[in-house]
């Protein structure tokens, strides 16, 4: 199973990308985690990223496809891929058909978490944790039992990002759209989109991405 999962910051694909590889033994593949592991390697590809971003340069989609393709070679990827901030562009896309038809994969799913932004704004303004124990709480959705303290290890010191404010919502959404408006219409064609309430509750939407895959996996 090769899927790509796309949504917005404060949508839970990270959530749900986590939720796969515990309960299904999938391999997240993000390319931001991948790059600097890369570069802590010291692999030949590695290498060629470090000096790249030492310029002050992008990495180019080229060591971006060598770095996919040698960890999907790795032998560790058999229960499936989630492909996270790969591909961004038509270019990428067809970079990436390339990678998997190379090792006799292909992508099954495009799965993308559909969120309300005025819901995701509330959603991320309102959310804190605490600071001690790294516990998530939300000013409406998940207060402290008691007032100031926190639930699990009875902390007072509750931290909210700083970039958890409406501006920087409406910035990352347009950022978003704007990534993501190259490939959606490519996967649509194909008819590889999947779309998912993102605004539900977590468990619901684990069971509606399983669904996805599970009826893939039945056919």
Do not use: W
């Not at 060629?48 to 310029?55: D, I, L, Q, S």
């Not at 207060?143 to 409406?166: E, L, M, W």
């Amino acid at each position: 199973m090769n899927i790509i999962l796309l949504g917005p910051p404060g949508a839970g694909k990270g959530t749900q990308a986590g939720r796969l590889v515990t309960e299904r033994g999938m391999v997240q593949l993000s390319t931001g985690d991948m790059l600097r592991a890369a570069v802590r390697s010291g692999s030949p590809v590695g290498l060629k990223a470090k000096a790249v971003m030492a310029a002050g340069e992008l990495v180019s989609d080229a060591i971006v496809s060598a770095l996919i393709g040698e960890r999907l070679d790795l032998g560790d990827t058999d229960a499936g891929v989630i492909f996270d901030g790969f591909p961004r562009t038509a270019q990428q896309a067809a970079a990436l058909d390339l990678l998997l038809e190379e090792r006799g994969r292909a992508l099954d799913y495009v799965i993308e978490l559909d969120v309300d932004e005025a819901a995701l704004t509330e959603r991320v303004v309102g959310r804190f944790t605490c600071g001690h124990c790294g516990e998530g709480y939300h000013d409406a959705f998940k207060k402290p039992v008691v007032p100031g303290v926190c639930d699990v290890c009875a902390s007072t010191d509750f931290r909210r990002r700083p970039d958890d404010n409406a501006d920087t919502v409406a910035i990352r959404m347009a950022e978003y759209r704007a990534k993501t408006a190259p490939i959606l219409p490519i996967y649509e064609a194909r008819k590889l989109v999947r779309r998912v309430d993102g605004m539900a509750h977590i468990d619901d939407v684990a069971r509606a991405i399983g669904a996805i895959l599970d009826d893939r996996l039945a056919h």
